[in-house]
């Protein structure tokens, strides 16, 4: 089982949950992180530390979050691995309560 970045995430991308990772699974991408779920090692570090309660454990995902599971699988090949913290999006906090953001993911920059 892996963990799951979700929707809440995007246009926020807060990194507070990659500095934790032991295994550095996460992926950035233009304005959303990912997991590898390869190389994620279901250690629940990361969960607290997201500010936007955007992971779920893969068995907890609500249904209608489902389609993250392949979101992470397939962005995490495409998308290089990050590290070390930075500073969330510019428009993170307007953007952190918000629903319905899969229509705002981009999968390449520009």
């Given at each position: 089982?892996a963990?799951?970045?979700?929707e809440?995430c ?8 990659v ?18 779920p390869?190389?994620?090692i279901?250690?629940?570090l990361?969960?607290?530390e997201?500010p936007v309660g955007a992971?779920?454990a893969?068995d907890?995902l ?8 392949e ?5 995490s090949?495409?998308?290089?691995v990050?590290?070390?913290i930075?500073?969330p999006?510019?428009?993170a ?9 899969l229509q ?7």
């Open positions: 089982m963990y799951i970045v979700t809440a995007i246009r926020c991308k807060y990194t507070d949950c500095e934790v990772c032991p295994v550095d699974c996460f992926h950035e991408g233009p304005n959303f992180l990912v997991i590898d390869e190389e994620c279901d250690c629940t990361c969960v607290p997201c992971i779920y893969e907890d609500p249904d209608d979050m489902q389609i993250y599971i979101l992470n699988a397939q962005l090949k495409d998308w290089p990050i590290t070390e930075q500073s999006l510019p428009e906090e307007d953007w952190a309560e918000k629903k319905d953001k705002f993911l981009q999968r390449e920059a520009g």
